[in-house]
């Protein structure tokens, strides 16, 4: 992750950080988070919370079973720090019901941004981790599904590029690569987050098995 694609990041939503108040302990994402799964946790059965709960888009739930997952390896897997990276990035944009309105989970920018660079972090770690031009492909894609619903398409364009460069025969990111190209010069170009634009905010997929994924 450079240091020019994190300021970006800041620079998009700078206006909204003018206005938000610090995140307090009482927050839903802190709450969560403060709350580990049990100690007797196993490896199967956080696996299995976890695919429970991303499926059923409660991604800040997720995370500590992502968490257990990582503390119960044996060895530092990239797809569940991809995995982890997207329910990072889901529990970033995660909404709640209070009094019949549905708000955002997290209680202010500060606290959605420190989310996304988590999020952002554990991709270029599952980056390093990567063994394979796939694998590779796979975080770059992943990162420029995250970038686009914060607003970034040029980012994300980036990113897609370099994942049709690191595998050259997937598919997936080459369509990816030619749909952020035709976004972007489009006549109907818009800089706003995907989130805005009526797609999924989420950009988080089930767990994959720890080591199931090729390297």
Same mark, same amino acid.
Request: cysteine-free.
């Given at each position: ?65 992502? @968490? ?73 894609l992943a990162r420029a ?51 805005? @634009? ?14 199931? @994924?090729?390297?």
């Amino acid at each position: 992750m450079t240091r020019a694609l994190l300021a970006g990041l800041v620079v998009v939503l700078g206006a909204s950080l003018a206005r938000a108040e610090p995140a307090s302990d009482s927050s839903p994402i802190r709450a969560a988070e403060a709350l580990p799964p049990p100690p007797a946790t196993s490896l199967e059965q956080a696996y299995a919370a976890a695919s429970r709960l991303v499926a059923a888009r409660r991604h800040t739930e997720s995370l500590p079973y992502f @968490r257990r997952m990582i503390e119960l390896l044996p060895e530092d897997d990239w797809s569940l720090r991809h995995d982890y990276a997207n329910a990072l990035q889901g529990a970033s944009m995660e909404g709640r019901t209070v009094l019949g309105f549905a708000v955002r989970s997290t209680r202010s920018s500060f606290e959605s941004i420190e989310l996304m660079r988590r999020a952002m972090a554990e991709l270029d770690r599952a980056q390093r981790l990567a063994r394979s031009p796939r694998a590779a492909a796979t975080v770059h894609l992943a990162r420029a599904r995250q970038l686009g619903a914060w607003g970034l398409p040029w980012n994300a364009l980036s990113e897609a590029r370099a994942a049709a460069a690191a595998d050259g025969s997937w598919a997936q990111a080459a369509l990816a690569r030619r749909q952020w190209t035709r976004r972007i010069s489009g006549p109907d170009f818009s800089p706003a987050p995907d989130a805005d @634009r009526g797609a999924s905010a989420a950009g988080a997929a089930r767990p994959s098995a720890p080591g199931s @994924r090729p390297r």
